[in-house]
Antibody
Framework: EVQLLESGGGLVQPGGSLRLSCAAS????????MDWVRQAPGKGLEWVSA????????FYANSVKGRFTVSRDNSKNTLYLQMHSLRAEDTAIYYC???????????????WGQGTMVTVTS | QSALTQPASVSGSPGQSITISCTGT?????????VSWYQHYSDKVPKLIIF???NRPSGVSNRFSGSKSGSTASLTISGLQAEDEADYYC??????????FGGGTKVTVL
């Protein structure tokens, strides 16, 4: 069974940093692109970032470009999201998701992890 | 990277069919056949129900179907059931090699 388990969320002050992790199991992690998606309280889904199978290619939403960095360690089956210069508007549940269901990437995401909450507040 | 446009809410009676639209531009929905749909219950994780416009993942009910015309994609739920009451989101690949979601549609079964 494919499982994705996020960790690393928490409370952080504006301007602070946080690193999220997503531990993958149940599939050959190194063969799939991976994504991060977030959902702010009471809001809809917002795509954040995607990373290729090797980690060489990465893409970001304009709202986080230059502040967030996605990476992966295929030897540890783990996806990361390093977040800097955090703002109140970054407050959200952050989900990692397996890409590669569709023809291209980033495309269809399945499955998703349970999510980890990030709260940016003073 | 403007969000795709979805109606805020759609409702229907049990057994009826409803359709949710997802409107984008030539830079996303209109430019590629890479539109997906997700079902999201408030206390659960989003679930992929349609990918690449009209494909259903294994295990997804055939009451869900997808289509696209120009820059508007659509999700149709046939034979509406109480369990279909959830939020539905579309997403599309873009010319910037990013993904963009719609604002979400709340489906209510009357």
């Amino acid at each position: 069974e494919v499982q994705l388990l996020e960790s690393g969320g928490g409370l952080v002050q504006p301007g602070g940093s946080l690193r999220l992790s997503c531990a993958a199991s149940g599939f050959i992690f190194r063969n799939y692109a991976m994504d991060w998606v977030r959902q702010a309280p009471g809001k809809g889904l917002e795509w954040v970032s995607a990373i290729s199978v090797s980690g060489v290619s990465t893409f970001y939403a304009n709202s986080v470009k230059g502040r967030f960095t996605v990476s992966r360690d295929n030897s540890k089956n783990t996806l990361y999201l390093q977040m800097h210069s955090l703002r109140a508007e970054d407050t959200a549940i952050y989900y990692c998701a397996k890409d590669g269901v569709g023809v291209t990437w980033p495309d269809a995401l399945d499955p998703w992890g349970q999510g980890t909450m990030v709260t940016v507040t003073s | 990277q403007s969000a795709l446009t979805q109606p805020a809410s759609v409702s229907g009676s049990p057994g009826q069919s409803i359709t949710i639209s997802c409107t984008g531009t030539s830079s996303d929905v209109g430019g590629f056949d890479y539109v997906s749909w997700y079902q999201h219950y408030s206390d659960k994780v989003p679930k992929l129900i349609i990918f690449d416009v009209s494909n259903r993942p294994s295990g997804v009910s055939n009451r869900f179907s997808g289509s696209k015309s120009g820059s508007t994609a659509s999700l149709t739920i046939s034979g509406l059931q109480a369990e279909d009451e959830a939020d539905y989101y579309c997403s599309s690949y873009t010319t910037s090699s990013t993904l963009v979601f719609g604002g979400g549609t709340k489906v209510t079964v009357l």
